[in-house]
């Protein structure tokens, strides 16, 4: 089966490669810049869910083909689960990574560790245009915000290295590839996702 992996982000794109790879053979893996697609659609969900079902919708029937589409962020709790839906967006579209950390530091600037309790999540949506189907699964991972970040950064990924993950107390960003395995919401929602699609039957 063909899939469009219905992103731009290469971390992205590279991190659903990398899931589909350990929990399927049977999908073939599609880019937008394989289809020489450089559209993208306006986010104008509420939620991971929404915004998630709307990229994959919006690929899908323009690549003709079934699409997976990620939508996720970070949720501050004591800024009231900002910048959620607008993570990627928080200082418009243009922010840097570099930019996106430093803002972040600043908005929670006085604010002790035990006050600082994030999580990062991860809402996968699956569209087949052919028959309308719709398959989504939203996974997360807790922690807080850091006093400052690592020196590593990941591209496409800026707020990971503010992030430290409750189950290791250790950065994000820091993590161990086994560690990773086990905690990242990406991965564990593919793992739940890729089934099943695999499952679903042939028309």
Not at 19 to 43: F, H, K, M, R, W
Not at 47 to 57: V, Y
Request: net charge negative; glycine share 6%; proline share 5%.
């Amino acid at each position: 089966m063909k899939v469009l992996l219905a992103t731009q982000n290469p971390a992205k794109i590279a991190e659903l490669k990398h899931g589909i790879a350990l929990y399927s053979g049977d999908i073939e893996c599609v880019t937008l810049a394989d289809l020489q697609i450089n559209n993208e659609p306006s986010e104008t969900g509420k939620t991971f869910e929404e915004n998630s079902l709307l990229k994959a919708r919006y690929y899908a029937e323009k690549a003709h083909l079934p699409a997976l589409a990620d939508d996720g962020g970070i949720m501050i709790d004591i800024l009231n689960g900002e910048p959620g839906i607008k993570s990627k967006r928080w200082l418009g579209r243009g922010a840097t990574d570099s930019e996106l950390i430093k803002h972040t530091l600043l908005r929670l600037n006085g604010v002790p560790l035990e006050k600082r309790t994030a999580r990062l999540a991860a809402c996968l949506t699956f569209f087949n245009p052919e028959t309308n189907q719709v398959i989504q699964q939203q996974e997360a991972v807790e922690g807080y915000i850091a006093l400052e970040p690592t020196k590593k950064i990941i591209p496409g990924f800026p707020y990971r290295s503010l992030f430290v993950v409750d189950a290791f107390d250790t950065y994000y960003d820091e993590l161990t590839e086994d560690e990773h395995a086990k905690i990242n919401h990406r991965l564990r929602a593919i793992s739940e996702l890729v089934p099943r699609i695999t499952n679903i039957p042939e028309e």
